[in-house]
């Protein structure tokens, strides 16, 4: 992603959440909320595309000991991400891309709203690339929008026309993310639907 993209969210970061409940409604937080137990035993998480962190005090609520590098192209971001952790937390904030993944081994990864930033071709190579991170038996958590309904496809190009309007992103269109994961080799441990199946959280074990 560029410049351009990262300067976009900047501009959004003060209001990103609140813009996202307003349009989505609370499963948009629900659904990422929803696993977090699978990762309880874990010692090192890798997130990308995190966001503002409102999620990070969860987090080290179910797994105090958790392990954390907190990927996010956006330094506004970042900054407001900070402001959700304690002295004591084990995090690294690093911010860019996947290609700024630290040279580690994690037993799980969180990617929440950040695969359907991507096309299909970018996929292919993205999900590997991140998977070659991962331990063996490793949990993915994901979570992020499908299409079922035509109410879904007109709610997806809308939001795809406004983050391009407003960041820049190239993508316009939802990616087979799910599919990807699968043929990437995850397993699937568990699903559910939120929103009125417009939103899909999974684990899945490489």
Not at 105 to 121: E, G, K, P, S
Not at 122 to 129: E, F, M, R, S, V
Not at 131 to 140: D, H, K, N, S, V
Request: hydrophobic share 40%; net charge positive; aromatic share 14%.
């Amino acid at each position: 992603m560029s410049v351009r993209v990262a300067r976009g969210f900047d501009r959004l970061a003060p209001f990103y959440d609140s813009l996202a409940r307003l349009i989505i409604g609370k499963g948009i937080k629900q659904s990422q909320l929803h696993f977090l137990n699978h990762l309880r035993d874990k010692t090192k998480l890798l997130v990308l595309g995190g966001g503002t962190g409102w999620i990070l005090p969860s987090l080290f609520e179910i797994n105090p000991k958790l392990e954390i590098d907190y990927v996010d192209i956006s330094p506004r971001m970042i900054v407001q991400a900070r402001r959700k952790v304690l002295p004591n937390n084990n995090i690294q904030f690093i911010v860019g891309t996947e290609k700024n993944i630290p040279q580690s081994d994690y037993d799980c990864v969180v990617t929440n709203f950040y695969l359907d930033l991507f096309d299909n071709d970018k996929l292919d190579t993205l999900i590997p690339q991140i998977r070659g991170r991962l331990l063996p038996e490793a949990y993915w958590l994901a979570t992020d929008f499908v299409s079922i309904s035509r109410w879904h496809k007109i709610m997806l190009w809308l939001m795809y026309y406004f983050f391009h309007v407003t960041t820049g992103l190239r993508n316009r269109r939802l990616p087979s993310w799910r599919i990807k994961l699968t043929e990437a080799g995850g397993t699937l441990i568990d699903k559910k639907n939120f929103s009125y199946d417009f939103i899909q959280t999974i684990v899945f074990k490489f």
